[in-house]
């Protein structure tokens, strides 16, 4: 198995390769180049953070130039789009933003110390969620993945959604991720009916029964959750296989409903953590450069074609890591 | 139209005898004291509000004294009370003021009380007609209600999406949802999830957006105007006292409105659980933004100015600690010790942290406060649980209080009472004992 902690961090003379010789201003994505002068890049020279910040490219041209002049130790953008970028003055937009980071995806199966095909698979997975419900329920269209070198970055640049403030962000964040537990009981005329999120194929309760689902059926014996003890996480991994099938109610009676509850509360307030929640809140945030280079791992920052198909051991390792 | 029949504006002053018979004559009405009676334009404004504050802080509520504001005679006096409340909140207080979140949370109030004093099918009827005026068309972007997710007003997760739009039809949630359902009747479901529930939260959340809207554009144009009329300025101020007296009566309620809570020495017992989390030490990872961004705003404002929230007045450090003897003497070590605590200690490999920690207690960029620095950057006042959730998320594990709070500081409000009642109780026990 391939552990990206055993890939170093990339020589400075390993950087100049990437950039003069594999490095191509084709791979920085569509959406960036057309925007170009209205963002913020920064870049981390020296591998201690990006402080050369507030810089701006009128054309690809001379963004290709720096690159290729100054192979930096990595290369970033902002998501935010500004009239004067170059004093991050008058913002006008920014895409809504996800980070989903491998290694502190909440639950993992993996017992590895910084991020392995396992949780970056997981966090793949999550990234899939996360869009089947971004279309699906919020109806946006724009939506560009990019593999970040160690997780996933999801942006969206529907307008409707560009101009949103923080608070929006926040609540879509939390829909997304199923971090509120759904209504179960619902007054009618003279009665109160019961209906478990589980039993509700549409809209919120569906997106929070599917993230429960992932939770449980990667959970393991050393997990933690709110409320929950040893003993009735035991149970939980006793009748998972209920879940897998999709039988929530004899799952719920095994378990019993109060201590089900405790089971949805703790996963519920878990789910905060499948995303960088700051990231997608923040609306000045700068973002790696698509295309450039993670050189703490040896990894290219990429844009996903293809979530479904795409491994990042085969589409973003720079070819100077087969050449070491 | 209403507004226009009125005619002169000192008209609200004036004893208005048709309101009067209204009120009278309103079915439950009290009318043993005239001062349950409003006499004129002004005073039914007046009323609206005490009816909300009242019913939200005074265990004694009495819905009697009130019962002419569900009346459908007083409409159009109902009406112009409004607008008046709408102008005088917008010209003295504009949008962000604890007067106008009043005002918006009790036009909410009201609709959904007299909503409730409807047959279902009239209630239906007029919930659809309202949404009809009030929606341009069948299908709702959710983005439609931005500023209604955005002030919290509706949240996603309570709407039905799908595709990015809201579903409130019952015909259109059949034909999406019908086929997916098993083992219930959709019918029912709709109902349930749906039905009249949603419509009628989506419509009172919408004019309470409404009335938002019109108090900030009337607090807009005032700006610009010369000289706002006296009688709203009046109206204004005794709006204000209707909303403290209510809160020096009755104690600080649910809502919160009052400026009673007094700055003392702090009590740990009553600290929320994400603040006991932090004073414990954090593990690398969230120790910056649990300290500098959390802890530290938390602690000064505990100790120091408590009613920021229900006042909602900036103040600097040194307008209730004028020496700084109390952030040096209780704040800074009680945060220093936390910061100590954490793996590894904050401020030993992050000694530039302190810069940032004075920065937030509004010293600016120094080592130490000095008073001569303060004002160079802003008091920070303490994270909203909502906020508490995006950064720290780890520190969220709720309790039974937390459910009645939004913040951590109103957490600590509230405890404080419990938390003394009992140690009185404790220390009464122990005299029984002794004696």
Redesign the interface.
């Known amino acids: 198995m391939v552990k990206i902690e055993y890939l170093t961090p990339a020589s400075p003379e390993e950087r100049k390769r990437y950039y003069r010789e594999e490095w191509n201003i084709k791979q920085v994505p569509e959406y960036i180049i057309q925007s170009i002068q209205e963002r913020e890049f920064g870049f981390d020279h020296v591998g201690r953070g990006p402080n050369d910040r507030y810089k701006v490219f009128r054309t690809p041209d001379l963004l290709k130039r720096f690159l290729k002049v100054r192979t930096p130790f990595a290369a970033y953008c902002s998501v935010a789009f500004y009239d004067k970028p170059r004093r991050r003055d008058r913002w006008t937009k920014a895409e809504l933003v996800f980070d989903v980071d491998a290694k502190d995806i909440p639950v993992r199966t993996c017992e590895c110390e910084g991020v392995c095909e396992i949780c970056l698979n997981e966090a793949r997975e999550i990234v899939l969620g996360i869009i089947d419900t971004l279309k699906g329920d919020l109806g946006l269209q724009n939506i560009h993945v990019v593999y970040s070198g160690r997780g996933y970055h999801i942006r969206v640049l529907d307008n409707d959604v560009m101009s949103v403030n923080t608070d929006v962000r926040s609540q879509i964040v939390k829909y997304l991720v199923g971090a509120d537990v759904p209504e179960n009981e619902y007054s009618l005329d003279f009665e109160k009916v019961s209906y478990e999120h589980f039993v509700i194929p549409f809209g919120y309760p569906n997106v929070f029964t599917k993230r429960v689902k992932y939770a449980i059926l990667h959970l393991n014996e050393n997990s933690e959750l709110d409320e929950v003890n040893k003993k009735l996480l035991k149970d939980v991994l006793k009748h998972r296989q209920l879940i897998e099938l999709d039988n929530w109610g004899m799952f719920k009676n095994k378990i019993g409903p109060q201590r089900y509850r405790k089971v949805i509360k703790g996963i519920a307030s878990m789910n905060m953590s499948l995303v960088d929640a700051k990231v997608s809140i923040d609306l000045k945030r700068i973002l790696r450069l698509p295309s450039s280079l993670h050189s703490m791992v040896s990894m290219k920052c990429t844009e996903v074609k293809n979530i479904e198909t795409f491994d990042p051991f085969d589409d973003a390792v720079p070819k100077f890591v087969y050449e070491r | 139209m209403i507004v226009r029949e009125l005619g002169e504006f000192d008209g609200v002053l004036s004893e208005n005898d048709d309101l009067m018979s209204i009120v009278t004559e309103s079915r439950s009405q009290e009318i043993s004291d005239d001062s349950f009676i409003p006499r004129s334009y002004f005073d039914l404004a007046l009323k609206r509000i005490e009816w909300y504050a009242k019913k939200k802080n005074d265990r004694n509520f009495d819905h009697k004294q009130y019962d002419f504001l569900f009346n459908p005679d007083i409409n159009k006096f109902d009406v112009i009370a409004f607008f008046l409340l709408c102008q005088a909140i917008g010209v003295k207080y504009g949008p962000n003021s604890r007067e106008s979140r009043v005002l918006v949370e009790s036009q909410g109030k009201l609709i959904e009380n007299r909503l409730g004093k409807l047959s279902?099918i009239e209630r239906n009827v007029l919930v659809t007609n309202i949404l009809n005026s009030l929606l341009s068309s069948a299908h709702i972007?959710?983005?439609f209600f931005?500023d209604l997710?955005?002030?919290?007003k509706l949240?996603?997760?309570?709407?039905?999406?799908?595709?990015?739009?809201i579903?409130l039809d019952k015909d259109d949630f059949l034909e999406?949802?019908s086929h997916?359902?098993?083992?219930?009747k959709p019918e029912?479901?709709y109902?349930?999830?749906i039905?009249d529930?949603i419509k009628e939260l989506v419509m009172i959340k919408m004019v309470m957006q409404n009335t938002e809207n019109y108090i900030r554009q009337v607090g807009e144009r005032s700006n610009r105007e010369i000289e706002p009329n006296p009688i709203l300025l009046e109206l204004a101020d005794k709006i204000s006292e209707v909303l403290l007296a209510s809160v020096q009566t009755f104690g600080q309620g649910s809502g919160g409105y009052g400026g009673s809570v007094k700055a003392s020495a702090l009590n740990p017992k009553a600290f929320p659980p994400c603040v006991k989390k932090v004073m414990e030490g954090m593990k690398s990872g969230g120790r910056n933004d649990a300290i500098i961004m959390f802890l530290t705003p938390f602690i000064s404002y505990a100790r120091l100015y408590p009613a920021v929230f229900s006042e909602n007045i900036t103040k600097q450090i040194s307008d209730v600690d004028p020496t700084l003897s109390i952030i040096q003497n209780e704040i800074l070590p009680l945060i220093f010790g936390a910061a100590e605590r954490c793996s590894p200690p904050l401020f030993e490999d992050q000694p530039q942290d302190k810069v940032n920690l004075n920065a937030k207690l509004g010293f600016g960029m120094h080592q130490n406060p000095e008073l001569k620095n303060e004002g160079e950057t802003t008091w920070y006042t303490p994270m909203s649980c909502?906020k508490v959730?995006?950064?720290l998320?780890?520190l969220?594990?709720p309790d039974e209080t937390c459910k009645k709070i939004g913040n951590p500081l109103s957490y600590y409000n509230r405890k404080i009472w419990v938390v003394k009642k009992e140690s009185k109780a404790e220390s009464a026990v122990e005299e029984d004992i002794k004696d």
Do not use: N, Y
């Open positions: 279902k972007k959710w983005t931005e997710i955005s002030s919290k949240k996603l997760h309570e709407l039905i999406l799908d595709s990015g739009e579903i999406r949802f997916k359902i098993q083992g219930r029912k479901m109902e349930a999830l039905g529930r909502e959730k995006i950064h998320p780890s969220c594990k």
